[in-house]
């Protein structure tokens, strides 16, 4: 698989990688398939899909816990992604930026992940109730400790902090700043997909301009872009997909020209011998939005690990890059 070298630390991962949260959070059935999760992350680590983005909120703890048994004899292979600041609580998630936290948060994650170093450690979400600087500083001596190799910070909630008129990320650009001032940033995550573009609008040229790399979280639209997923289709009450705004049966049908059209791309390529699915275009999509850009897209299936990793081998056509570029904006929101 191609290599990226991305952000501040000069990281180098394969172009796709794999994001681990399917494999026991936010998607129906995420709890029952532990040996096939491990099955998964080899099969992602032998297609060259080396950075496996966790979270030791994702379970919580387990999701951290399945990447370190999966990685007892591969460590060298992988590049892992975790993050802290957000914690599950008996009603809500709430975020917790505090240095002794961070501190504690980290030993708790190496142990978990069953190593010595995390080679990105992502802030998941800012604590209101902590400057983020602080927050930051406390992850940079993590760094100087040697028990992280980079930092990045995460934007995937901006939608809630979004001001009225402004620009999604807005927000998101200007604690960059602040923290950039602490200590560099390595990475941002944030939403990209073919149905949720937003941050090609400021983020994304941010991040070109300051060498900062892109991991592009959502890439599949949660599922509803690989075009497996049927409108009216019931999601389990813990699948994020309950509640989204894009998955009512009425949302999901008035999306589907978006799908027929990653369908019809896909169908060209097919059409001249390679086996291209609608999931492998929209991943094609993402990573042609610059070479600092990593899509994580998450499973816990083996086989689709395997076929979002045969993405990083896909070059859409500038007939491809126009035909998603005039497909109909997504109907269904957050705001
Ligand atoms: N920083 C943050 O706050 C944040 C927030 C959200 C996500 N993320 C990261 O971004 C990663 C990706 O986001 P995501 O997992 O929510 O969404 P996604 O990658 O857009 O889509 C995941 C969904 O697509 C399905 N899928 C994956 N590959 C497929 C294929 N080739 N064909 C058909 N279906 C396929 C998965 O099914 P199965 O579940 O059945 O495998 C899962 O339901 C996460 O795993 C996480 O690491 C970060």
Redesign the pocket.
Known sequence: MERRTIGAAALEVGAVGL????MSW??S??RQRGDESLRTVHTALDRGATLL???DMYGPFTNELLVGRALKERRSEAFVST?VGLLVGEQHIVANGRPGYVRRACDASLRRLQTDVIDLY?L?RADPEVPVEETWGAMADLVSAGKVRALGL?A??ARSHRRSGARLHDGTIRQLERVQQVFPVSTV?A?L?VWSPEALEGLLPWCEARGVGFLA???????F??G?LTPGEGFEPDD?RARHPRFTAEMMAANQPIVAGLRRIAARHSAQGADV?P?QVALAWVLARGRHVVP??????EC?AA??AGAAGLRLTTEDLAEVAGLPSARGSWD
Do not use: F, I
Not at 217 to 223: D, E, F, H, I, Y
Not at 296 to 301: A, E, I, L, S
């Open positions: 994001g681990c949260m399917p936010a998607y059935g995420s983005d966790t979270a993050k992502q998941h995460c995937v909630g995550e939403e997909s979280a959502m890439p599949l639209g949660n599922g872009l690989t497996t994020v699915t999931a994580v897209p998450g499973t816990k299936r689709w076929e979002n």
